[in-house]
């Protein structure tokens, strides 16, 4: 062997060594987001500035949170399509408690935990029949929650009617748009809230009993059931985390827009399951993190506000997203395939 | 001249020859009985034969001519036929579209389209010649498993099959359903076909067979037409060797103390009346054929399927609600048959795989957090005492682990929990000899410590190697039972094979005998 093929021969094999690094690297959609911004900047410079950066932040928030509850079910081998319901349903509840136009505590210095309290108790609610559904009646969680959905977004609208004569309930008390609205400490109110739901998702899910067992009944339920593992409880405890968490970033998105209304996050249902998957979680269980679901919508939300600013249509707009989540499927399906090579 | 003939086949796995040249030959309207232990080569040889696999070295001749399949289609287009253990049935088809899926009959030859008229006058035909009177148009979901069986052998017969080997084809019959595929065969040996069986019913073999030929450790060591095999000589053929190298001493005798104490458990159709006792120290074997029982008693005891009647009681406490939790927590552990399947997470590490089943053993009171530095050195602990081999002892995955290694972890996931009373289903089936003789020492090490074994396993070998007694499951009851001392792989058989002469029996195969 010459020289300079033996020189070929080591720089190709550290070539795949960092291609492989690279590849299974947690943080590789991290990087491909850093990337992703770096490679738009001379087109839209305006992307660097503070306030597109803190709109890019403001919209990751609700969007996190839900793709959160959405990262436990995905990683029991579920799938919760009814978060958008809740969250729809969740508002225009937690609105009819509070608003100043005859809601049920209209006025009362209780109406906004009150109301919290209430679309939080929706979104625990609907998850706990998702679950109940699921582990008790052994149906398949693809149809138990595209039937919730279905039925959650017709209700949430069917609900408004009794409220208001219009598509939404507005006048909520002042106490509660400034919650979603101030800070403390100079950090919005909002960040430290989906901060708190993070922080605690990962502890739950990597150093509790409860997340190892959410993974073992991803990774192999009979496994799990054989060794102990009460199966059927730890998928229901994802569904309730799924159900709770969409009903905090109704919350929050009820708190920016400053109206309950039933058709909030009717289009979001795509962006939460597709942040989710592109950060690495896998549709067939068993892997899946905290982390890795915030670059997830990280990304998404890069994607979708630079493609904003470059003025491009709506239709493009859905085109090039569909397009990314399909290659970051590709890239999950190449990872894999590299996995058992090796 | 032979219709097919075999010499010295020779195969390799992995550098390690399974087939030391096997030879042997068939004649037109001949059944060829091939017997063997698990392991022995049998599947292999069928394999080579049927195109599944390439063989190493040897060859075949069909009708004089060199036979050299590349696949299976291959084989099935020299006259070869292979009737699987495991039917190759599209349950959601009609019988008929079953039988012509590899080559549909289509109008006017080559249109794209099925001539069904054709295709339901040639499955009729088929059909009668195996006597099934069931229109070709019923889902072959809807028949019984030995007219499934009719099916693939109509299959055969309708590619012109010269040789057709049957692998263990009574496993799932009753044993009216096995005397009309016996009847078949008669009829399809009259009529020329030549057929390989293979089974673990040698009495079956006895009856239907006008050849033997017995494998043992991938070469052929005996046979003779049938009329001078008797089973006796089948059997002795079969094992052939001594045991006690095969086993490790056992450094313990049993107590009297009983740790698990079963009380006319019953299940309808599955088991009946069960009364056992375990002592501490002692391994208690459970012996019996395919289907008689053993697994399904030891998923019920384990809490994983309900029973009628009857109570289960570890230490003197009876198990009021059987569930896997409560029976682990009263101290049983259970080490299933499906390794893949039921007892590990392959995608999971060893120290997750090992963990599972203790997580509450090792998590704070309150939060439950799992204590990760006490977890991670019990779990290196445990590792090391089960000898457990692999790159990464903490952080390999489980399926990057040998067959032997993998069930080493399982057995480590039980005994982080100490149990008293372990429930072990196969817990050698499909291990390396070397594997086997570590975890056969796993388990006398366990008893030793006062622990209780029930072992169930097919190879009769190791029962007798092992166990301070044997019970023998026939029909889903107990049929016999042996000390040590008094162990014949006979008349152990003899009980496991017993035929009760009323009701609808199932077929009784042995998996393993000898």
């Given amino acids: ?168 309930i507005a006048n909520l008390p002042h106490g509660f748009v400034v919650l979603g609205q101030g800070n403390i400490g100079g950090v919005p109110n909002s960040l430290w809230v989906v901060l708190a739901v993070g922080i605690l998702a990962h502890i739950v899910l990597a150093r509790t009993v409860l997340g190892r067992r959410l993974y073992a009944c991803g990774q192999n339920r009979r496994a799990a059931a054989v060794s102990g593992v009460p199966v059927r409880k730890v998928i229901a405890a994802a569904f309730l985390i799924s159900g709770a968490c969409a009903a905090v970033a109704s919350i929050l998105y009820t708190g920016r827009l400053q109206t309950g209304t039933p058709i909030l996050g009717q289009t979001i249902l795509l962006d939460i399951i597709g942040a989710v998957v592109i950060g690495g979680t896998s549709l067939f269980g068993g892997k899946g993190k905290v982390v890795w679901t915030v670059f997830g919508v990280l990304f998404l939300v890069l994607i979708d506000t630079s493609l904003k600013m470059l003025g491009l249509s709506l239709f493009s707009v859905f085109a090039i997203k569909g397009a990314v989540i399909l290659l970051a499927a590709v890239i999950d399906a190449v990872r894999t395939r590299f996995a058992a090579r090796i | 001249m032979a219709l097919l003939e075999c010499e010295n086949l020779r195969k390799s796995f992995f550098g390690v020859e399974v087939l030391h040249g096997v030879s042997f030959s068939l004649d037109r ?121 009719l099916v693939e052998i109509a299959k055969a017969l309708s590619v012109d099959a010269k040789v057709i080997i049957f692998d263990e084809p009574t496993t799932s019959l009753t044993r009216r359903e096995a005397d009309r595929l016996f009847g078949i065969i008669e009829r399809l040996r009259r009529r020329g076909i030549a057929m390989i069986y293979i089974s673990h019913v040698l009495a079956d073999v006895t009856r239907i067979c006008d050849d033997i030929t017995v494998l043992r ?155 990760r530095t006490r977890l991670g050195d019990e779990v290196g602990r445990i590792g090391q005492k089960v000898r457990l081999r692999a790159a990464d002892p903490v952080a390999a995955l489980a399926r990057s682990l040998s067959g032997g290694n993998q069930q080493k972890v399982v057995l480590a996931k039980w005994l982080l929990r100490n149990p008293k009373v372990f429930i072990l289903d196969e817990p050698t089936r499909g291990i390396d000899v070397g594997a086997k003789f570590e975890i056969y020492k796993i388990i006398d090490t366990l008893v030793a410590g006062g622990a209780g074994v029930l072992m169930i396993s097919s190879e009769m070998e190791e029962l007798m190697g092992l166990c301070d007694r044997i019970l023998v499951m026939n029909h889903g009851e107990i049929q016999a039972e042996y000390s040590r001392g008094e162990f014949d792989s006979g008349r152990i058989l003899e009980a496991a094979m017993k035929r009760k002469t009323s009701a609808a029996a199932p077929g009784a195969i042995a998996e393993k005998v000898a």
């Fill in chain 2, 217 to 371: 450790d991938g070469a052929v060591v005996g046979g003779g037409p049938a009329a001078q095999m008797p089973t006796e000589r089948m059997i002795s053929l079969m094992v052939g060797r001594t045991l006690d190298q095969l086993f490790p001493e056992r450094t313990c005798t049993p107590t009297a103390t009983p740790v698990l104490e079963v009380r006319g458990v019953s299940q309808p159709g599955v088991v009946h009346e069960i009364d056992l006792t375990l002592h501490a120290g002692e391994v208690l074997g459970i012996a019996g054929l395919m289907g008689a029982g053993r697994s399904e008693l030891a998923r019920i005891l384990f809490g994983l399927d309900s029973f009628h009647g009857g109570t289960i009681a570890v230490d003197g406490t009876v198990i009021e609600k059987p569930s896997p939790r409560t029976c682990m927590e009263h101290g049983m552990a259970f080490l299933t048959e499906d390794r893949r399947g039921e007892g590990l997470m392959m995608h999971a590490t060893i120290t997750d795989n090992i963990a599972l089943a203790s997580l509450d053993e090792y998590a704070s009171p309150w939060a439950r957090f799992i204590e």
């Fill in chain 2, 29 to 149: 309207g001949r059944v060829l009985g091939l017997v063997g232990e698990n392991g022995s080569g049998k599947s292999t040889t069928m394999n080579i034969l049927g195109g599944v696999l390439p063989r190493d070295g040897g060859r075949i001749r069909l009708e004089g001519a060199e036979f050299d399949p590349r696949g299976p289609k291959d084989a099935l287009a020299g006259g070869i036929a292979f009737i699987h253990q495991e039917l190759n049935l599209f349950e959601n088809l009609s019988i008929e579209e079953n039988l012509f899926i590899t080559g549909f009959p289509r109008l006017g030859g080559a249109l794209p389209f099925i001539n069904r008229g054709r295709m339901r006058r040639r499955a009729r035909e088929l059909l009668e010649q195996v006597d099934i009177r069931h229109p070709p148009g019923t889902p072959v979901g809807s028949l019984s498993q030995g007219e499934r069986q």
């Fill in chain 1, 1 to 168: 062997m010459t020289a300079t093929s033996l020189e070929t021969e080591a720089r190709s094999s550290g070539m795949r060594r960092f291609v492989r690094r690279v590849l299974f690297s947690e943080y590789l959609v991290l990087w491909l987001s850093v990337l992703y911004f770096l490679a738009v900047l001379p087109f839209v410079p305006q992307m660097a500035s503070v306030e597109v950066l803190r709109n890019i932040l403001s919209d990751m928030l609700p969007l996190l949170v839900v793709a959160i509850g959405q990262t436990f079910v995905l990683i029991v081998a579920g799938i919760d399509l009814s978060v958008t319901s809740i969250i729809a349903m969740a508002s225009v509840v937690g609105a009819s408690v509070m608003t100043g136009d005859g809601g049920y505590l209209a006025g009362s210095p209780l109406a906004v935990p009150a109301a919290m309290l209430a679309m939080v108790t929706v979104g625990l609610a609907i998850g706990a029949f998702n679950g109940f559904c699921i582990t008790r009646l052994g149906m398949p969680p693809f149809i138990v929650t595209l039937t919730t959905m279905m039925f959650f977004s017709g209700a949430a609208i069917w609900f408004t009617t009794f409220h208001t004569t219009t598509s939404s």
